[in-house]
């Protein structure tokens, strides 16, 4: 079933497929909720909610003008798409869908919403699942490499940004063994100028998670990329700091869009972590 809700005035869309334990998925930038499709087609027992963030896929982006100024400090003038502003969105959907409480499954910008959730309603989470996304802030290169992003949108619209990304972030091994996989990502990339912008100063300005990863009581599963340019697996490890215990994997031949690239593997991986009592 698709279905729509407003947070803020601004009307947001999302699936909710199949009966059974409830996952909100939450999937990475520039992308849209169509990158769980494959994954979560896999996962028996699972009601799988999967919300188009906003600005992505079929969710607007809602009024520019409403989205802080100035935290960016590289680029002041630039809209920022915040974390807060992603998580209570997620929020509202469970509201909307009045759902007290479930596991969350989050890619790259996914996960730093999970991160973000935590913070305000934890109480609301009984599970977290990360894929191939760090709770550490942008470091300088980073904060750097986001400012170069929005100065090339800006001038050239979201071609080259994503041309880039659909041929970077997708492991090589994906792209051997499935050449289509490039066409297939680059064309679910369809967020605005004006989104990407806003996207790319929200991740710059997200704060250090790692003091929230030290106070997960729920169970926490992170699977890591070895061929993803952006997160590392050291990157992840870090999860293991978390109270509530945490389960790692490694996929060796796998890049940032990890449960794209290997759906049956990520679901099996979920499927299994989800089995667990505590889970």
């Known amino acids: 079933m698709k279905g729509t809700y407003e947070s803020n005035g601004t009307r947001l869309s999302f699936r909710d497929t199949g009966k059974g334990q409830v996952v909100v998925f ?3 930038t520039p992308l849209d909720r169509e990158y769980w499709r494959p994954m979560a087609e896999g996962l028996a027992g699972v ?3 999967i919300a188009d963030l906003r600005g992505h896929g079929e969710s607007e982006l809602g009024s520019v003008e409403s989205l802080p100024v100035g935290g960016f400090a590289l680029v002041p003038d630039a809209p920022a798409l915040t974390m807060k502003q992603l998580a209570a969105d997620v929020l509202a959907l469970l509201d909307h869908l009045k759902i007290n409480e479930a596991v969350f499954a989050g890619c790259s910008i ?3 919403v999970l991160l973000e959730l ?3 309603a934890p109480e609301r989470m009984t599970g977290l699942a990360f894929v191939c996304s760090k709770p550490q802030a942008d470091g300088e290169t980073n904060l750097k490499k986001r400012a170069e992003n929005i100065a090339n949108v800006r001038s050239n619209g979201t071609g080259p940004l994503f041309d880039g990304m659909a041929g970077s972030l997708i492991g090589k091994t994906a792209q051997e063994r499935r050449p289509a996989i490039v066409n297939e990502l680059r ?3 369809t967020v605005s100028a004006i989104g990407a ?3 790319q100063a929200g991740l710059a300005t997200r704060p250090d998670s790692l003091p929230t990863v030290a106070t997960i009581t729920a169970p926490v599963l992170a699977i890591a990329g070895g061929e993803d340019p952006t997160t590392s697996p050291a990157d992840m490890e870090v999860f293991g700091a978390a109270p509530g215990g945490c389960e790692f994997h490694l996929l060796p031949d796998a890049g940032h869009f990890a449960a794209y ?4 593997k990520v679901a099996s991986l ?3 972590w989800l089995r667990q009592p505590e889970a």
Request: aromatic fraction near 4%; glycine fraction near 8%; charge should be neutral.
């Open 110 to 112: 996914g996960g730093s």
């Open 26 to 28: 939450l999937h990475p």
């Open 118 to 120: 935590w913070r305000i």
């Open 261 to 264: 690239e290997q759906p049956e």
């Open 47 to 49: 009601r799988a909610i």
């Open 270 to 272: 979920l499927a299994e």
């Open 187 to 189: 064309a679910r990339m």
């Open 197 to 199: 912008v806003a996207v």
